[in-house]
């Protein structure tokens, strides 16, 4: 059984495409997250969300968009992408959206903008 | 903004050996967190360790907390290949714009040889 799961595995798609990456989680978690990974791994944090609060990193364009239909599932989209977009995205999620609580993380998807 | 760094960017060492990783940061943290990503995975948390709390243990790894340095290190001992992996800590910034969320260092890969 998977706690966290991402589909796709991999998306490949040209500049200027809208794609959308899917995310659940079967923990009963209360607080999901988006992460991006660049090719020299640094792991970055893109939104948290809960169903109260949903907290943007600045540095994130507004042509990412994270969508919730519901308390187990945290959708991304993504407009217009661009070449700078390439990196695997990681969702998470963890209890009561505490950081005294560990985060559990999904496969990855990696997304290549050509 | 990047908060935690670790130490060495690369390390290689022989099936039995220790291995030790270290991990800096910059602001007040609530805890520190260790994950391991074996290659083209998700992230696996390890071990947490609060910020009032100077050393924790969990099977083969050792934790230590230096807040007076803002500094972590993580040791594994008696190493095993399957133990190769990347190796990264997360801190939350105490109060400021982090909200809670965890930042991630660029991590350690860690290689051991059978």
């Known amino acids: 059984d998977t706690a966290v799961s991402q589909t796709p595995k991999y998306l490949v798609t040209q500049m200027g495409n809208d794609k959308s990456i899917k995310c659940e989680q079967n923990l009963g978690h209360d607080t999901m997250y988006w992460y991006k990974q660049d090719s020299k791994k640094f792991l970055k944090i893109m939104f948290s969300y809960n169903n109260k609060e949903l907290i943007i990193n600045e540095t994130v364009p507004n042509r990412f968009s994270p969508k919730s239909p519901d308390k187990a599932h945290l959708n991304l989209h993504i407009n217009s992408l661009e070449l700078g977009d390439s990196a695997v995205y990681f969702c998470a999620s963890s209890l009561r959206g505490f950081s005294y609580n560990e985060q559990f993380f999904g496969p990855g998807t990696r997304l290549t903008v050509l | 903004s990047q908060q935690g760094e670790e130490d060495p960017q690369a390390l290689s060492i022989q099936e039995g050996e220790n291995a030790t990783m270290n991990c800096s940061y910059k602001?007040?943290?609530?805890?520190l967190q260790w994950y391991r990503q074996n290659s083209g995975r998700g992230l696996v948390h390890l071990i947490l360790?609060?910020?009032?709390?100077r050393e924790k243990h969990s099977g083969r790894l050792r934790v230590t907390l230096d807040t007076s340095k803002k500094s972590s290190s993580l040791l594994i001992t008696a190493s095993r290949a399957a133990d190769t992996a990347s190796y990264f800590c997360a801190t939350d910034a105490r109060g400021g714009g982090s909200q809670g969320n965890l930042i991630f260092g660029k991590g350690t890969k860690l290689s051991v040889k059978p």
């Open positions: 602001t007040s943290i609530n805890n």
């Open positions: 360790i609060r910020s009032n709390e």
